[in-house]
């Protein structure tokens, strides 16, 4: 964890010899009861009453695990999680889980995320093959339909635009100018009920604000789910 005066490390590591239990692997962190930022592992299955962890160390990934930690921020400070040795997880997926709003970001394309939420917010680090990622997805997707925030938001080129679809349902995802003119399609098919992802490349469009509007019309006709966010490109 960064902010603009120090930075704060945790871990999460494998080694064979590690138990899954605390052990001689796993370093405790220390109370910050008291403190406007800090980061803590937390794994909830050790035998040990105090769950809080420096590093927790597990004796292998197989098709995957999760890493959970939190994030003090008790004044509100800009602060960024800064993801470093994800080659250690080399031939393994690597997503981040706002436990929150469950949205998703994915590591290995971009390992720096922004925290601006105050108080303490939860994260589960994912670390697994494709499977196991889809799984997760499935498994924390909201009970409802959903359109997230873009990230990042401001961004330049690019961007992620992240939603929910609750039931087979055909998808359109537009986006428009601050005139209301359509700039781009990036979604005109049929998908599948769980979360979903699409790249917006702005390379070839103004500086500016734009918005995002997805239209989801469910194939039973029972559900309809229309929603519009803001985002901007700064170049």
């Known amino acids: 964890m960064k902010n603009s005066d120090k930075i704060t490390s945790v871990f999460a590591a494998v080694n064979p010899k590690a138990s899954g239990d605390f052990d001689q692997y796993d370093y405790l962190a220390p109370p910050a009861d008291f403190q406007n930022e800090s980061i803590a592992m937390v794994n909830d299955s050790l035998s040990i009453s105090y769950k809080k962890l420096i590093k927790d160390c597990r004796p292998g990934i197989g098709d995957g695990k999760e890493f959970n930690f939190t994030v003090t921020n008790k004044n509100g400070a800009g602060l ?35 925290i601006n939420s105050l108080k303490t917010s939860s994260y589960k680090l994912l670390v697994g093959n494709d499977k196991y990622i889809q799984k997760m997805k499935t498994l924390y997707a909201p009970g409802n339909y959903c359109l997230y925030q873009n990230y990042p938001n401001p961004f330049n080129p690019s961007t992620t635009i992240s939603y ?23 979604v005109n098919n049929d998908q599948d009920f769980g979360f979903h992802e699409v790249q917006l490349d702005g390379s070839r469009l103004a500086s500016g604000v ?26």
């Not at 929910?164 to 990036?186: D, F, Q, R, T």
């Open 164 to 186: 929910n679809v609750m039931a087979a349902s055909h998808v359109k995802i537009s986006i428009h100018n601050a005139l209301g003119e359509m700039v781009k399609e990036l």
């Open 80 to 114: 960024k999680l800064v993801f470093n040795g994800l080659k250690s997880f080399s031939g393994y997926e690597c997503y981040l889980m706002n436990c929150k709003s469950k949205q998703f970001y994915n590591l290995n394309e971009k390992n720096t995320i922004d």
């Open 210 to 235: 734009y918005f995002y509007t997805i239209q989801v019309n469910s194939f039973d006709g029972r559900q309809n789910f229309k929603q519009t966010k803001k985002m901007v490109l700064l170049k």
